[in-house]
């Protein structure tokens, strides 16, 4: 794994994973890639029994680097996907022991992936979630599966459709949290539960996480390629560059409708 964008370590049974990408942990292939290789490496170690991911920075993840899909091949894009959503979904699945994610700052878009692949998101109460994908002519592909699962139809269509970012209480409310915490605590209390989860059987727990996991899987992956399917098709439309083109350059876009 590239030790320039995760930092890795292990103590009390207890591996922590923190994303720094400076400075806001744009997501790209070499960042997803050392994200899957650390996860890998806690799963991997039996000395490990729980994972908690978190931010070297003030915001935990602002999601994918917009250069990924700004004028590129269709190929491109749906190799990110592959990463982003199968690899990340798959390696998490089989991990056979807790991860937690914990959030003291800013989630969007594809950091909203990350947090929610995790069994548990503790976050502090200053920090804001958001799916603004549709802002800049793209769709949340994933989270059309993941959003409508954890918290409803209802509750999740605004924050797909509508872009606009959600504080932590608002987050709780509608069922996306596990916790909120006081701001700058989100770690402590992560480690803390963390603790509580070491102390358990690991085989029990691996068992028991397997069992979860197959129960609440419900055909996710077959449902996640679809949108993915979505989500390249809407990146290779006009209206989809000129969003992104709009975004960086700081104009509102001029969207034709195709």
Known sequence: MSTDLVRYSVADQIAEIVLDRAPVNALSIPLIDALLAALAKARDDQGVRAVIISSAHKVFCAGLDLDIVRGKPAIETKTFLERLYFALNDTQYRMGKPTIAAIDGAVRAGGMTIAISCDMIIAGDGSTFGYPEIDVGLIPAIHFVQLPRLVGKHQAFGPLFLGEPFDAATAHRMGLLSEVVPKGTALER???????????????????????????????????????ESFVVVAS??????GLNAFVEKRTPNYKGR
């Open 190 to 228: 992560a480690r803390e539960i963390a603790r509580k989860f070491a102390a358990k059987s690991p085989i029990v727990m691996k068992i028991g996480r397997d069992a979860f996991m197959r129960a609440v899987d419900a055909d996710f992956r077959r449902s996640v390629e679809n949108t993915a």
């Open 237 to 242: 439309t006009e209206d989809c560059q000129e």
